[in-house]
């Protein structure tokens, strides 16, 4: 099948938007440079595909060749056997961005239906290969940016990409994170934090890996099936992690300073992470599933949609959008303007990816045969009446 060019935008304005015709201008700028804001499509075989540029690009820390994967859901399944499937995804996207009612902008999304093309790789794939992520910045926007950055090159550049593909991803997380503590050290200006929901498409198999608050939610056939879980303090798995690593949560607040319960940053915040762990964790946790016919399109978006939307019903909406239009840019659009008229009070981002080229059916549902009984009181109601009929 023969693939789109890649679609990749990040955004740091808070009206700059993706839509599914990038035009290539260039690299994307280091976080750590002293440019303000960028905003960058690339598409040219001489841009993020260049492994020399990328090099010098990658910061590294010697402390992570100790990195702790406790926790982490590692499946090192996806053989080339696993991307031999009949149902052979058709990929599509778009993706859409607004400040809201906050003064900064500080989500960040990667749009990439060919990771390939973006940024290369050093094992071949078969099939489909692309790759999305949204990250939701808190405390400024630099993790997001160093996050949005760093991340897919961590995992892309892994020589064990796509064998042993949670592993890979579950160590550029940390990676991330550890690089990111490493350049706090450096310029403090950049202290911040950043949840992080990365989505891939390799062959028919869909894997989504999460930290923090942002979700993933697949349609299949009508159906929403969520693809992540909300990492909030309050949550018992988290809470018990939480106290398990020596923290606590107060009135939903982890240590009662932030209201997520993983992060990728936050080194600067006391008490919830050092070089053996932490109540913040950073590690993300998986969700995979094999794509079928049935499957339409999938949602991702940072909490300032889920909000104002639940899973079923983001569902339901984008499915009567893409049926008017079947556009996954328009789409995400109006998932984010929906998400304002109901009052959002967050940052908005939402992408979204189609498996289909065609806009997802209209549903019939078969009509049963409904099946009718009357009670013990309602038939001696009856016998009453037709009794007084008889007088």
């Not at 053989?79 to 989500?107: L, Q, T």
């Not at 592993?167 to 550890?178: C, E, G, K, L």
């Not at 909300?230 to 240590?255: F, Q, T, W």
């Amino acid at each position: 099948m023969k693939m789109e060019g890649i679609k990749k935008v990040m955004i740091l304005d808070s009206r700059e938007n993706g839509s599914s015709s990038s035009s290539a201008d260039g690299k994307p700028p280091n976080p750590l440079s002293t440019t303000p804001g960028y905003r960058r499509s690339f598409s040219g075989p001489g841009d993020v595909g260049d492994s020399s540029s990328i090099k010098k690009s990658l910061v590294r820390h010697p402390s992570l060749v100790r990195t702790r994967m406790s926790d982490a859901s590692v499946e090192p399944t996806l053989n080339p056997e696993d991307y031999k499937a009949e149902f052979v995804p058709f990929i599509r996207s778009g993706a859409w961005a607004d400040m809201g009612v906050r003064g900064s902008m500080e989500d960040v999304f990667i749009r990439a239906d060919s990771f390939v093309h973006d940024y290369g790789g050093k094992n071949p794939i078969e099939g489909p290969g692309a790759f999305y992520a949204v990250f939701d910045g808190h405390g400024g926007k630099h993790a997001a940016d160093f996050a949005c950055y760093h991340l897919p090159r961590f995992i892309f550049e892994d020589n064990d990409f796509p064998m042993e593909i949670e592993r890979v991803i579950a160590a550029a997380f940390a990676h991330t994170d550890s690089a990111f503590a490493e350049a706090c050290t450096l310029d403090a200006d950049l202290a911040s934090g950043t949840t992080a929901l990365a989505a891939l498409v390799i062959g028919s198999s869909l894997v989504v890996a999460n930290a923090g608050d942002c979700r993933a939610v697949l349609c299949r056939r009508g159906k929403a099936i969520e693809m992540s879980r909300d990492h909030k303090p309050i949550c018992m798995r988290e809470r018990k992690r939480i106290e398990a690593s020596g923290g606590y949560v107060y009135d939903g607040y982890l240590n009662g300073q932030l209201n997520v319960a993983r992060a990728i940053g936050d080194w600067h915040m006391d008490g919830l992470k050092h070089e053996d762990g932490g109540p913040l964790s950073c590690e993300p946790e998986f969700m995979t599933t094999k794509l079928t016919e049935e499957d339409e399109f999938l949602i991702i978006g940072c909490d300032g949609i889920w909000d104002v939307f639940m899973s079923q019903n983001a569902v339901d909406f984008a499915r009567r959008k893409l049926q008017e239009h079947n556009d996954p840019v328009l789409c995400s659009k109006d998932l984010v303007n929906e998400a304002l008229k109901r009052k959002s009070g967050d940052n908005l981002s939402a992408v979204v990816v189609c498996f289909q080229s065609q806009p997802p059916p209209n549903l019939v549902v078969p009509r049963g045969r409904v099946q009718r009984s009357i009670s013990a009181e309602g038939l001696k109601e009856l016998q009453s009446f037709l009794d007084g009929l008889e007088t």
